[in-house]
């Protein structure tokens, strides 16, 4: 599995970006799609995630402000993040869950795409 992330850039404390996760395979194939993020001098956060189910998860940090999204027809899946604080600058990673078998057959791997750079200014 391959991922491309995209979207990152410059932005104005209060403004918005879209980021995007495009899959070299079907996302409904994936287990798991999840978009984490890390700051310099920080541990890498999750930040919003969402499964091949649809269930969805965010980091309280995030909760009203940023929306996780897929587009099945397009393999990708979407951050649309709003209401940008300075505190959200960070490097933007995407990470793929694919599970297989089951029992003692059962195993999952991760699949992480290159960082997309998110700064806002204040």
């Known amino acids: 599995v391959q991922l491309q992330a995209s979207g990152g850039g410059l932005v104005q404390a209060g403004g918005s970006l879209r980021l995007s996760c495009a899959a070299s395979v079907s996302i409904l194939a994936i287990n798991a799609m999840t978009w984490y993020r890390q700051a310099p001098g920080k541990q890498r956060e999750l930040v919003a995630s969402?499964?091949?189910?649809?269930?969805?998860n965010y980091a309280d940090s995030v909760k009203g402000r940023f929306t996780i999204s897929r587009d099945a027809a397009k393999n990708t899946v979407y951050l649309q993040m709003n209401s940008l604080k300075p505190e959200d600058t960070a490097n933007y990673y995407c990470?793929?869950?694919?599970?297989?078998?089951?029992?003692?057959?059962?195993?999952?791997?991760?699949?992480w795409g290159q960082g997309t750079q998110v700064t806002v200014s204040s």
């Open positions: 969402i499964t091949s189910g649809g269930r969805i």
């Open positions: 990470k793929a869950v694919l599970a297989s078998g089951s029992g003692t057959s059962y195993s999952a791997n991760d699949y």
